[in-house]
């Protein structure tokens, strides 16, 4: 999951559908009398002048439009078939699993990860909804922490492994661990990191059953710092700080443990997700993955992050062509997937998707070539996949 882009398009989508997206709630969604509705729309008309008058608007507010006369590339379907190995279990009904499938096959999603995120009769319940196409959906387990700060953990928590393997997990993800300690879905340990002791039973086991992990460490940069008008990323971040937060290791020390955490494992694979929130040090990402054989980096999610700086972007993934994933992280839409691969494929620049990413920069597209789409979109997540004990 993956707070910046995902949780809040979907939010604003459903603002949209419920008719809340102006601030205020339309009158007639609520039934109020004649009054309450013409000063309701007194106000809905001084929100709107406040958001575009110049003087007031608000930076959340601003939706620039590019005045460039270049051209615009369509890309309904990926050049390449592609294994999406970051999603979530957004289709809840056996009908929007049906028109995710849809979705998937229009766009050229070949199959998805679905990080459940889950273990027990929850993970269970999923697996069972996503039963019918198993070609399609792979699910991966979270942990259980219950008792992670009393004796037996370690045990406890691989054995809830093992049944879930037993039940269909085929990895585990997506584990977090913005700072403040482990998290998997609602069950967490405070305080316990990834390179923790406590973990090693559990990550080794990972790694005999055959089980992937998709990590996600940190978030992204713009939230720790201050959040004022030097801040490159003030919309996200303001929304998503974590500069107020008590007891957060930062995202510097988080890259650290996840170092500490693949080289005390080397027999586990790890994924880290959203480029290890390095997609503003792409650099240290790549020290990182040479340093680390066993860890590879999903680009879910850090469209928006990367695609300001396409020529630096795009010569990492040159580099580190064998060690990155595609993923999402955004939902089923067409649309989403279809902007992923614009940025991913075309040489477009400077066009803006600020309702998917929420971010006020203007994006550019990264021109990759054929042989790198074919590693980023399917060979390595297919190589990755195969390389698992059944
Ligand atoms: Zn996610």
Redesign the pocket.
């Known amino acids: 999951?993956?707070r910046p882009s995902m949780n809040r398009r979907l939010f604003l989508k459903w603002a949209n559908l419920a008719g809340l997206a102006a601030g205020l709630p339309s009158a007639s969604a609520f039934g109020v009398a004649a009054e309450d509705a013409k000063a309701a729309s007194h106000a809905d008309a001084q929100a709107t002048t406040k958001a575009t008058s110049p003087e007031t608007l608000l930076l959340k507010d601003y939706r620039p439009q590019s005045i460039y006369k270049i051209p615009i590339t369509e890309v309904a379907k990926a050049k390449f078939p592609v294994i999406d190995m970051?999603s979530?279990p957004y289709a809840k009904t056996a009908a929007e699993i049906d028109e995710w499938v849809r979705n998937m096959d229009e766009v050229g999603i070949e199959k998805t990860i679905i990080?459940t995120m889950s273990t027990g009769t929850a993970f269970d319940e999923i697996q069972r909804k996503y039963a019918k196409h198993p070609e399609r959906f792979e699910m991966w387990c979270g942990f259980d922490f219950s008792g992670y700060d009393k004796p037996g953990f370690g045990p406890a928590a691989a054995k809830e492994l093992e049944r879930c393997k037993q039940a269909g997990a085929r990895g585990v993800g997506?584990i977090h661990d913005k700072g403040q300690g482990l998290r998997s879905g609602k069950s967490k340990a405070p305080g316990m990191h990834p390179d923790d002791p406590r973990m090693d039973a559990v990550w080794d086991k990972c790694g005999e059953l055959g089980m992937p992990i998709s990590l996600?460490v940190a978030d992204p940069i713009w939230m720790y710092q201050k959040m004022d008008r030097h801040n490159d990323g003030l919309m996200n971040a303001y929304e998503w700080r974590l500069d107020n937060q008590p007891n957060i290791i930062g995202l510097s020390g988080m890259v650290d443990i996840l170092e500490r955490t693949a080289a005390r494992h080397r027999n586990t694979t790890f994924i880290a997700?959203h480029f290890a929130n390095l997609d503003y040090d792409l650099a240290r990402l790549g020290e990182v993955l040479e340093r680390n054989p066993n860890l590879h980096a999903d680009i879910?999610?850090r469209y928006a992050e990367t695609a300001p700086i396409p020529r630096f972007a795009a010569a990492f993934y040159e580099k580190h062509a064998d060690r990155l994933v595609y993923g999402t992280?955004m939902g089923t839409d067409k649309a989403m997937y279809r902007i992923t691969f614009r940025i991913l494929e075309s040489l477009d620049e400077h066009f803006y998707e600020i309702d998917q990413f929420s971010y006020h920069w203007s994006l550019n597209g990264f021109g990759l070539s054929d042989a790198i789409l074919q590693q980023v979109y399917h060979d390595n997540a297919a190589r990755l996949l195969a390389a698992r004990k059944l």
């Open positions: 999951m993956n970051h979530h990080l997506e996600h997700c879910a999610a992280d």
